[in-house]
């Protein structure tokens, strides 16, 4: 596993098979820079390798900001080259959150803008504080979305609706975002890590292999055709189909008792 020990600008802990994540710099509202994305990182391969997780839950720390964007102290001063290998290693850590094999909530207590708003989106669910705010408000720097927004968001929201977050970089709510279909729900600030621990916890009790693959087969059938998704999937069928929590769930089932996965 990763060595989490040497972690500055994340809080890391596991309790109860649910790996925290924590985004902690909020005196900049836990914006993003090298050293924070090189943390999320670790955390996250940590997470992945840990048999003992099996959902994770990442936020900011405070009450304003789950991540307000980039660190643009340090984006001011970055060259065409430094901004391209910037960009690719955000996307490679997004890109790790995506495909960790794990559900990842992202549990959005303020700010979702730029980088956080991507970091969001790379998450498999999203719940948000009724005080939260999403955009992509790259543009308004000359910039645009590095961290993947330009791909996600499109196949969240629909093209249009993207496209004009994009190209005009405004902020909207909770409640436009969860209308469109950005985030899965809004909660009422206390009642935030909550909710995410309970849809974890209702997750984790269904079998880790087919959990595993419905996220495999939803983010692979996602850069394919149909048919080739439809492939997929069924291949996926079967290699459940042939695991012994497979013959556990269709047992539990017939004889009317709550089933026992070892993910096996």
Not at 22 to 31: D, F, H, M
Not at 42 to 60: N, Q, R, S, Y
Request: proline content about 3%.
């Amino acid at each position: 596993m990763a060595d989490v020990s040497a972690l500055t600008n994340v809080l890391y802990e596991k309790k109860n098979g649910i790996a925290y994540v924590t985004l902690n710099r909020p005196k900049v509202l836990n914006a993003l820079n090298t050293p924070t994305w090189t943390d999320l990182k670790t955390a996250f391969e940590d997470a992945k390798a840990d048999a003992t997780v099996h959902g994770v839950i990442l936020t900011g720390a405070g009450d304003k900001a789950f991540i307000a964007g980039a660190d643009i102290s340090e984006l001011a001063h970055v060259d065409a080259y430094e901004a391209e290998e910037s960009s690719r290693f955000g996307q490679g850590v997004l890109d790790l959150i995506e495909t960790l094999g794990k559900p990842v909530v992202a549990a959005i207590n303020g700010f979702a803008l730029g980088g956080g708003c991507e970091t969001a989106m790379a998450c498999t669910i999203r719940i948000a504080a009724e005080h939260a705010k999403f955009g992509q408000p790259e543009v308004k720097l000359g910039l645009l979305p590095g961290g993947g927004g330009t791909q996600r968001l499109p196949r969240l929201v629909g093209k249009g609706r993207a496209l004009q977050l994009i190209l005009t970089g405004e902020t909207i709510s909770a409640q436009e975002a969860h209308r469109i279909g950005l985030v899965n729900e809004v909660v009422p600030a206390t009642d935030l890590i909550a909710r995410a621990e309970a849809i974890l916890k209702q997750i984790s009790a269904n079998a880790p292999i087919a959990v595993k693959f419905s996220l495999e087969a939803a983010n692979k059938g996602m850069d394919t055709s149909q048919a080739e998704g439809f492939a997929l999937e069924a291949s996926y069928f079967g290699i459940c189909a042939a695991t012994e929590d497979k013959k556990e769930g269709t047992s539990a089932f017939l004889e009317k008792r709550a089933p026992q996965f070892h993910g096996r």
